[in-house]
């Protein structure tokens, strides 16, 4: 009995040692995974930039020209005065320009009614005047043609001289010459204009139509005016006197904002006019665009100078803000910088079967805190957080 009860004691005992065992082994295999948190990675398309640091100002002097020369009739602004977008500056005397004005629509006109008629062809009047001519020279040429045939026979009976007979055979191919100029204008006129003298009368009609609208823009940019607000700074000339064109007549600066930054030689071609730019203050984000660009480095810092408009006056003048230059986008698979690794190469790791399975990648653009990176693939689920304690094919757990 006691042997029984002693061997009960021992099954339970080992039974209890066994499981203790197992579940020991367990958790010590839990404590193994590693905690990490996980980013599925998507394909996207992201803006390239180029990130710099400004200066807030205002835009440089302007020198207002007239694009034809004259005598200045009227100045509206004197230095150091306020004006507004649209407000007249300065004036020239137009007369001379009203004339030439007047001159080149009339051969506009002119050109025009030309191309009209060639293509709609000739008034019923004008047809009848063009036949009442051919009758004329058939006439004409029938007359002399009796004459010449009279001639001819008394030439033969010896009456006038070979001389005279050449005379009455010149008016005769005149009179021939003359009918069948004639018959071919009343050829065009019933038939209508060839399509390569259509496309003449058309040509010169558009050539002084281009003429008349260059000297309408001359007639429109005899008066200068305003394209914003800002101040006069200089006066150049007095009413009365004569300015060549393309002579500056005023100097201004307006009140638009500017955003002046010194971009690398190696960034230089990237940028060109109209290259958008995107500005992060404390309040909002402001878009901006590239209005000019320095082709000449400056002398000290070797860096190219560029101005970028800002829609508004919204900075103070003088502040230094930092900004991205959007150059261009690609897409492909964009990561946290955070998460690259490197050990001599580039690396990071994804999940792949509950391990953490070590990728070498190849880094691209920079968008930002994200890098476009080739070597891991869409929909992947790469680690973000905890990869430092990391190493190839370790377990993990992901953490929400």
């Known amino acids: 009995m006691k042997k029984s009860v002693i061997a009960i004691m021992m099954i339970l005992v080992l039974t209890w ?10 958790l010590a295999g839990e404590d193994k995974k590693k905690p990490v948190r996980v980013l599925t990675v998507k394909e996207e398309k992201r ?30 602004v004197k230095t150091g005065e306020q004006i507004e977008a649209g407000q007249a500056l300065i004036q020239l005397d137009t007369a001379d320009l009203a004339y030439a004005l007047s001159g080149a629509r009339g051969q506009m006109d002119a050109a025009k009614a030309q191309y009209d008629k060639a293509v709609n062809g ?12 051919v009758k004329k020279a058939q006439d004409s040429y029938s007359f002399t043609k009796d004459n010449y045939e009279k001639f001819e026979k008394l030439f033969q009976q010896g009456a006038i001289s070979q001389n ?3 005379q009455i055979k010149l008016e005769l191919d005149i009179r021939e010459s003359d009918l069948k100029a004639a018959k071919e204008i009343e050829k065009q006129a019933k038939n209508g204009a060839r399509d390569e003298d259509k496309a003449a009368a058309k040509g010169q009609w558009k050539q002084a139509q281009a003429d008349y609208d260059y000297k309408a823009s001359l007639m ?20 009365g006197e004569l300015v060549a064109a393309g002579y500056p007549v005023l100097v201004i600066r307006n009140d638009n ?15 060109t006019i109209g290259t958008k730019a995107k500005i992060s203050t404390e309040r ?8 000019n660009i320095g082709q000449t480095p400056d002398s000290q810092t070797r860096t190219y100078p560029i101005e970028i408009a800002l829609p508004e006056q919204t900075l103070p003048l003088g502040s230094v803000i930092k900004l991205e230059l959007i150059i261009g986008e690609e897409s492909g698979v964009w990561i946290p910088i955070t998460a690259v690794m490197a050990n001599g190469e580039d690396y990071v790791y994804v999940v792949s079967d509950e391990k953490a399975s070590l990728r070498k990648i190849t880094l691209g653009a920079v968008n930002g805190s994200y890098v476009k990176v080739e070597g891991i693939e ?5 680690v973000i957080e905890g990869m430092q304690r990391l190493k190839d094919q370790d377990l993990i757990s992901i953490q929400k």
């Open 17 to 26: 040692t066994t499981g203790c065992s197992i579940k020991s082994n367990e």
């Open 47 to 76: 803006p390239i930039t180029l990130e710099y640091t400004g200066i807030v100002g205002t835009e440089e002097l302007k020198k207002l020209a007239f694009k034809s020369g004259g005598k200045v009739k009227k100045i509206f």
């Open 122 to 133: 000739v008034a019923p009047e004008e047809l009848q005047q063009i036949e009442a001519n």
């Open 164 to 166: 005279e007979l050449d």
């Open 220 to 239: 429109e940019d005899a008066t200068i005016k305003s394209d914003s607000s800002g101040y006069v700074v200089d006066v150049l000339y007095e009413e």
């Open 257 to 271: 904002q500017v955003v002046k930054v010194g971009i690398s030689s190696k960034d230089f071609e990237k940028v």
């Open 284 to 291: 909002k984000v402001i878009e901006g665009e590239v209005t």
């Open 378 to 382: 869409n929909n992947d689920q790469l």
